[in-house]
């Protein structure tokens, strides 16, 4: 075990690596003259990594996974080490070169104002020259995780960060990809952690950076995980929110707000309660997030009027939307008195009637939300 009597603090900094040979050493070299002890995970390099790092053997801390499992199981490792050599707060930064270890200190001097917290480091993705869709991808991202903890990060999707090791002590985690990044800052929320962010400063160069993020897969990875979060939340940590925090006071504050206008607010309503009722159950948020990041709408006022297709209500919208596609095809309801009798064609003519309608009602609806919006808050509203 380290010998921690020269560490107060109890900081272990850990770097997860695969393939990044051409700025490992750098980052080695960055990190060693801070004078923390560091833990580096290799995550099955196959490059000139292994190499490099056996100048290094007697200097740091080493994993070596034989193949490489992903970020998610190298960080899951380096819990596990932290947690049995008995340190109290895990720093992570990437070796690719995007972060810069000195920035440590920034970390290093929250811990010492609030010990025990999570403390991920802000990047300033568009003054540093990041590319566009990591821009719109952390935006998404910060969304997400401010619909799940209640919490407003700027950067939830920085790999320099700070966790707090004693909540770790009692959190299962699932996922083995770059989405356990997201799934651990949740659950550390969840969990009580105090959540802090520092600015930090990042270098994208295309010459020397090696990402492994793949766009297509990761990214289903992460929305798949988020619907998971989303639902727990929606089932037990958002009732429990509500009682120690009067969310209603939140969504009055977003409601009279002097940043944004009448018809924006009015509008995110609107839409709120469009793609609450709109066919697409189960997607309405995965569609209507991005939708509303796009449009710039409030975000906090369009996932509450959403949320008007909470089970209770469900049923209640099912059969207006079924009345209304009657009303709207001229179709009488299709009687099935019993379940024998239950053929494609019945099920397929039930369904266009109540789709048909469900899009007419959603429109309908989003419409008479959003003038009766406007028109409250246009009276009830300073000027």
């Not at 002590?169 to 105090?194: C, P, R």
């Not at 992460?222 to 979060?229: E, R």
């Not at 039930?350 to 808050?377: E, H, K, P, Q």
Request: glycine share 6%; with cysteine.
């Amino acid at each position: 075990m380290e010998n921690l009597a020269s560490n107060p603090l109890g900081i272990l900094i850990a770097i997860p690596t695969y393939n990044n040979g051409n700025t490992l050493a750098r980052v080695l070299d960055k990190t060693l003259a801070l004078g923390y002890p560091i833990l580096l995970i290799n995550d099955g390099c196959t490059d000139n990594s292994a190499n490099i790092l056996s100048s290094y053997a007697q200097k740091i801390n080493l994993i070596t996974f034989p193949k490489n499992k992903g970020k998610g199981m190298a960080l899951r490792a380096a819990f596990e080490f932290a947690l049995a050599q008995n340190y109290q707060h895990l720093i992570t930064l990437d070796s690719d070169g995007q972060h810069f270890p000195e920035d440590v200190s920034c970390f290093v001097e929250k811990i010492q104002q609030s010990p025990h917290s999570l403390i991920m480091g802000a990047r300033k993705l568009k003054e540093e020259g990041a590319p566009t869709k990591s821009s719109f991808g952390n935006k998404f991202s910060n969304f997400w995780y401010y619909l799940e903890t209640g919490i407003k990060l700027p950067d939830t999707q920085t790999g320099f960060r700070c966790y707090p090791l004693k909540y770790l002590k009692n959190i299962k985690l699932y996922t083995s990809k770059f989405e356990l990044e997201i799934e651990v800052i949740v659950k550390l929320a969840w969990k009580g952690a105090k959540v802090h962010s520092v600015p930090i400063k990042v270098k994208y160069d295309p010459e020397e950076r090696v990402s492994h993020f793949r766009p297509g897969v990761d990214f289903f990875r992460i929305s798949v995980l988020n619907t998971y979060l989303v639902f727990l939340t929606l089932l037990w940590y958002l009732p429990k929110r509500l009682f120690s925090k009067n969310i209603f006071k939140l969504i009055w504050k977003e409601a009279v707000k002097a940043d944004e206008s009448n018809l924006k607010k009015a509008l995110s309503i609107g839409f709120g309660f469009f793609f609450g009722i709109v066919p697409i159950w189960g997607f309405q948020l995965l569609i209507g997030i991005p939708f509303s990041i796009a449009t710039k709408l409030n975000k906090v006022l369009f996932v509450t009027a959403a949320h008007i297709s909470i089970p209770p209500m469900i049923p209640l919208i099912v059969v207006a939307s079924y009345k209304t596609g009657q009303w709207l095809l001229g179709t009488p309801q299709v009687v099935l008195p019993k379940i024998s009798e239950i053929t494609l064609e019945t099920i397929h003519t039930n369904f266009v009637i109540y789709a048909w309608g469900a899009i007419v009602l959603a429109v309908i609806i989003g419409l008479v939300t959003t003038l009766l919006s406007w028109v409250v808050l246009h009276f009830t509203r300073k000027k």
